[in-house]
């Protein structure tokens, strides 16, 4: 895995969401929708983590050390990634807030706890699954 193509799969889940919303209103006809995209946004940024590691690290000092070390990096990755979205979703209801048909994307805490666990768990099924096919 490639820097660039983590990032292109990360835009290429963000784009289809923006299509989704866009052309389907998919968020009224599938409220859990955004549990999805939190999913795969973190999967996406489970890519970049094992690609940057990839990219940062030797052969050996990935092959010598344990892969729970490796794992804690990849999920330091998509956990940074998921609470900076955080930020940027909280950011666009404040700022936004009271506009005509804006639909809050941070309803309540539990919602952004859901969002960042779903996050956690798209990029921990990514790293699982690259640990158990790389070696």
Known sequence: MTIARALAVMAAIYVAQIVLVESLDIYSRWPDFDVLMHFLG???????????????????????????YHG????????GIALAWEFHEFILDALNAGSE???????SIADTMLDLLM????????FAWYSKNKR
């Open 72 to 79: 804690l990096f990849v999920i330091g990755v998509v956990m």
């Open 101 to 107: 048909g804006w639909r809050l994307m941070q309803p």
């Open 42 to 68: 973190g999967a996406g940024a489970g890519l970049l983590g094992i690609a940057l590691h990839e990219r940062w690290t030797t052969r050996k000092h990935r092959e010598e050390l344990p892969r729970a």
């Open 119 to 126: 996050g956690l768990v798209g990029g921990g099924a990514v």
